[in-house]
C-alpha cells in the first residue's frame, strides 16, 4: 500500500517542538497573568489577536485603554461591531473613537 497521500483515519502526529513551543508560550502568558499589569498584558497580546478577539476586547474589555486600541484596530469588516458600540455605549469618548474608525474605514 502506497502512502502517497494522508489517511483522515490516522491520527495527526504533532512535531514535538511545536508542543514545546506553544507550551512555553502558555506559560509566559501565564507567569505575565499573574506577574504584570492585567491592563499592560492585555494590550500586549491584544497585537497579535485575531478579529474577533479585537472586536470582543472592543465592546467588553475592562480597561478602557484597552477597549480604545482595540477600536483603533478593527477594519471595514468590523462595521457592525463599531456601529454596535456606537448605538450601545455611553462613553462618549469611546463614541467619537468608534464613529472616527468607522469614518476611516467605510465598509
Do not use: W
Not at 509566559?28 to 476586547?57: G, H, I, V
Amino acid at each position: 500500500m502506497s502512502t502517497c497521500c494522508n489517511d483522515p483515519t490516522e491520527p495527526v502526529k504533532l512535531d514535538p517542538r511545536d508542543l514545546r513551543r506553544e507550551q512555553r508560550l502558555h506559560g509566559d502568558l501565564l507567569r505575565d497573568l499573574f506577574t504584570e499589569d492585567p491592563e499592560k498584558l492585555m494590550l500586549k497580546q491584544l497585537q497579535s489577536a485575531n478579529t474577533y478577539l479585537r472586536e470582543l476586547a472592543a465592546l467588553r474589555a475592562y480597561y478602557d485603554s484597552v477597549r480604545k486600541q482595540a477600536i483603533t484596530m478593527l477594519d471595514n469588516h468590523s462595521a457592525s461591531t463599531l456601529e454596535r458600540i456606537i448605538e450601545t455605549e455611553k462613553n462618549a469618548e469611546i463614541v467619537n473613537l468608534a464613529k472616527q474608525q468607522l469614518q476611516q474605514n467605510p465598509g
